[in-house]
């Protein structure tokens, strides 16, 4: 035998100890196609979640007195204006023809006659803010012709489904998303929940007008947004990923890694999402429980969600959540 051949005879025979070695490793860990999951201590919230538009909660039209030609404008789009203020000038019909035939004489005809017939001002009846203005001097209009139009505040208005518009109420805090800025996430509270339904391709819900606590400069009449109603919320609630919460009937239960080795413990679940579910008995903040490898795989993919108006994670990794 040469020596070449020698040692291809030593390593194959290697190879297969290695082989047999692995294979009877892996066969004698009744863990080792498994992961242990530490139990998290955080906050998960329950909540209902909806689209909603921004739109003004008083729209109010300022419409002129009598029919003639605006002289002037004298506020702005987006301009703060108080109850009493001045928005515009503008001259009846009857005052408009006689000046346009004073101007054609000129001189002290034109200035006898404005300082006879005084113009007609537009007066603001509430605080608001001007949030149309497309009407210039010069234009001749009507009494059904809106000059400008004021509005008290922004308001979001969601669109609630039929099965979720019992569980909201009145004074619910909110957190609201712009679709157009994600990075921007307000908080707010339930003001008004409307009794007549809607129906929106084929879906009946309900018109809730919710109050931001503090609008944005960003906030235009007519954005999309999103809101989530929180029902209820819990601090320092023992939170396990709901994919390592097994289910035998109504019993719920998990496997915890007891003396190296799979060991059932039957558990009850408070609030819980789509992600993370609240154990309230059953397990305490030190076990570890074991999850398969297809568990760990979901929840993986799981925490990699980026959408920016998903739950965030609190301070233990565990983000918070909501049940349907």
């Known amino acids: 035998m040469n020596k070449k051949k020698f040692i291809l005879i030593i390593l194959s025979a290697l190879i297969v100890a290695v082989a047999i070695f692995l294979s009877f490793k892996k066969k004698s860990s ?11 201590i955080g906050r998960i919230e329950s909540y209902v979640t909806a689209t909603a538009t921004v739109q003004p909660q008083n729209r ?6 009598v029919a003639g030609r605006i002289e002037k404008i004298l506020v702005k789009e987006g301009e703060e204006v108080k109850s009493g203020d001045v928005l515009a000038l503008m001259s009846s019909t009857d005052r408009a023809a006689l ?21 007609t001002p537009l007066l603001a009846p ?5 949030i149309v203005q497309k009407i210039k001097p010069g234009k001749n209009v009507t009494t059904s012709d809106a000059v400008l139009v004021l509005s008290n505040r922004l308001i979001l208005q969601a669109q609630v489904d039929e099965t979720d518009i019992g569980k909201v109420k009145l004074e619910q805090a909110v957190i609201i998303g712009l679709d157009a800025y994600p990075q921007i996430e307000v908080s707010g509270k339930v003001d008004h929940i409307y009794y007549e339904s809607t129906v929106v391709s084929n879906v009946t819900t309900y018109y809730v007008d919710i109050v931001p606590n503090e609008v944005p400069d960003v906030f235009r ?6 809101v989530k109603i929180i029902r209820e919320s819990i601090d320092n609630a023992l939170l396990l990923p709901r994919d390592v919460v097994k289910q035998d009937g109504d019993q719920n239960y998990v496997l915890v890694n007891q003396g190296g080795a799979p060991f059932r413990r039957d558990v009850q679940i408070g609030l819980s999402d789509d992600v993370y579910a609240q154990i309230t008995n059953g397990i305490s903040a030190q076990d570890r429980v074991i999850a398969t490898a297809d568990d760990f795989d979901s929840t993986a993919q799981t925490k990699e969600t ?7 994670p609190p301070k233990g990794g565990v983000p918070s959540g909501g049940r349907p």
Request: hydrophobic share 40%.
């Open 221 to 226: 009449s007519g954005m999309s947004a999103s």
């Open 30 to 40: 009744p863990l080792s196609s498994m992961t242990l999951v530490s139990v998290s």
């Open 60 to 65: 109010l039209e300022i419409n002129p007195p």
């Open 126 to 130: 509430i605080d608001g803010e001007v």
């Open 99 to 119: 000046l346009d035939a004073a101007r054609l004489q000129g001189g002290d005809t034109l200035k006898r006659w404005e300082d006879v017939y005084n113009v």
């Open 306 to 312: 980026t959408n920016p108006f998903l739950p965030t």
